[in-house]
């Protein structure tokens, strides 16, 4: 009999399967395909307070988003990175005055924190390679930070399993059964389970997963979103990013990404249909267009690279503008037997204080340690990394350690079971690593590995796909 019964591979779901099983619990955690392969891996890649949230008063939201950004730099070293944001001032969408109320309540909400504070700047004097157009003299840069969205997934989950967790992927619930106090769950691989509880965290799923597969109609309502993103070529030099005030008073984020390319998003475009999500023209064309509102060399279609969209599943508040629903996280809980908790809405930003509040609810009906832990130990791979003592090449390494972290001594591991690494691929990529990933990081297909494990899908030459296909085939 499990505890705590999870649906959901999303970061909520991990989340709390992590902070579940180092509180003693007995978790299972169900997810229909590859974890984070929905929405928590088609994000803008921050950790980050939300600071045009404030505009919306959204002042609890953006105090723990503040707060958590600390928490999971500290916790989350090797994947995630400190950026400085640079915001040009367009003196007719909001006045000086404003932004820098704004900064003050950003750099102050957060209570104690480590990152530089805001200031004002001169767009062309305090920086060598200036993308944004002269037109625009005065600007303000405040702090957030990047992170590599589907790893942290990855990472809450293999944490959660090294506390005892046990977590399916690419498994099918096809039948569930109440009882007074207990959940039967029918898997598609013949097993059933049984648990307590079940937290429902499918993400854009939740009102599908209480409708036809529990049999429970929710109260609540679940507005879809979808945000699409573009990748260029790299638009300009410098670390910086830039956050670029839009005439409809939405904002999009010039981000440097992998090296050599920008990150460029998000729109908000309200869907029906959240399976498989694609840009469409009109996305493409608002993104490129408020760009080159702002940037002194225009781009067009032609220097798109790559592109991805997600499904945000926000709380209904009425709100008529999709960029003003609240992007908070709320639960319901039915518990006329068996208890199930649905969470509604989230960020990746607040996670981990989510899980922590989802077992707060469920305290009622099993025993959980009041312990708040997850703020306080290191994901894995999070130590430092000096002195290793590696075998792999120092021309592979750097991608390799980026991603890993300390990893990279149980990678290392691998290499040494392959003359040279084995078989090479692409680039930086051999044998040894697409082993690892399937023996360690739970993959099960070449998308696994080339768009959340590694992100070496963006340029990945499609004649080398059957190459990676065959090696993968040895290890599953």
């Known amino acids: 009999m499990q505890d705590l019964l999870i649906i959901g591979g999303g970061i909520n779901g991990v989340g709390i399967a992590r902070d579940a099983s180092g509180r003693g619990l007995k978790v299972t955690l169900i997810e229909k395909g590859d974890l984070a392969s ?9 950790i980050h307070g939300g600071i045009r949230y404030l505009e919306n008063y959204e002042f609890r939201l953006v105090r723990e988003s503040l707060r958590e950004r600390e928490v999971i730099r500290k916790i989350a070293p090797h994947i995630t990175k400190p950026i400085r944001f640079v915001l040009p001032h367009v003196p007719s969408l909001r006045p000086t005055w404003l932004i820098r109320l704004g900064l ?23 920086y060598d390679d200036n993308p944004i157009k002269s037109i625009y003299t005065k600007g303000y840069e405040y702090s957030d930070l990047f992170v590599d969205d589907a790893r942290l997934v990855l990472l809450n989950a293999q944490d959660a399993i090294s506390k005892g967790a046990k977590i399916y992927t690419n498994a099918n619930i096809q039948k569930v059964i109440r009882k007074k106090d207990y959940w039967k769950v029918f898997l598609n691989n013949g097993e059933i389970l049984y648990s307590k509880v079940i937290i429902n965290a499918s993400g854009p799923y939740v009102i599908d997963v209480l409708n ?8 609540k309502k679940i507005r879809h979103v979808q945000g699409s993103h573009i990748i260029t070529e790299k638009l300009y030099k410098g670390e910086q990013a830039y956050i670029l005030q839009l005439d409809d008073k939405r904002i999009i984020f010039l981000i440097p990404y992998l090296d050599k390319y920008t990150l460029i998003g998000t729109t908000d475009h309200e869907v029906k249909s959240y399976e498989n999500p694609k840009i469409t023209d009109i996305e493409k064309k608002y993104l490129i267009s408020s760009v080159n509102k702002f940037v002194k060399n225009k781009i067009t279609e032609d220097n798109i690279i790559w592109t991805y969209s997600g499904v945000r599943p926000l709380v209904e508040d009425l709100s008529e503008n999709v960029s003003k ?3 908070d996280y709320t639960f319901e809980i039915d ?25 707060d609810k469920i305290s009622k009906y099993i025993k959980i340690s009041n312990e708040s832990w997850t703020g306080n130990e290191i994901l894995p791979g999070g130590e430092k990394t ?10 592979i390494l750097p991608r390799l350690i980026k991603t890993y972290g300390h990893k990279i001594t149980k990678l290392n591991q691998y290499y040494q079971g392959f003359n040279d690494g084995g078989e090479h691929i692409f680039n930086d990529l051999y ?27 963006i340029n990945f030459p499609k004649e080398k796909l059957q190459n990676l296909e065959n090696i993968l085939k040895k290890y599953l």
């Open 212 to 219: 036809n597969l529990i049999g429970i109609q929710s109260r």
């Open 386 to 395: 000096t002195d290793l003592n590696l075998l792999i090449p120092e021309g």
């Open 431 to 457: 044998e040894f690593e697409i082993k690892y990933l399937v023996l360690e990081e739970m993959v099960k297909s070449s998308e696994d590995i080339l768009l959340r494990r590694t992100k070496l899908g």
């Open 335 to 359: 518990d006329k037997d068996a208890p199930i908790l649905t969470v509604f809405g989230g960020k990746l930003t607040t996670f981990r204080k989510l899980s922590e509040h989802a077992l």
């Open 325 to 327: 629903i609240t992007r």
């Open 104 to 126: 003050i309540l950003y750099d102050w909400m957060g209570g104690v924190i480590t990152f530089p504070k805001s200031k004002v700047i001169n767009l062309e004097k305090d």
């Open 38 to 46: 929905k929405t928590s891996s088609w994000s803008t890649k921050l």
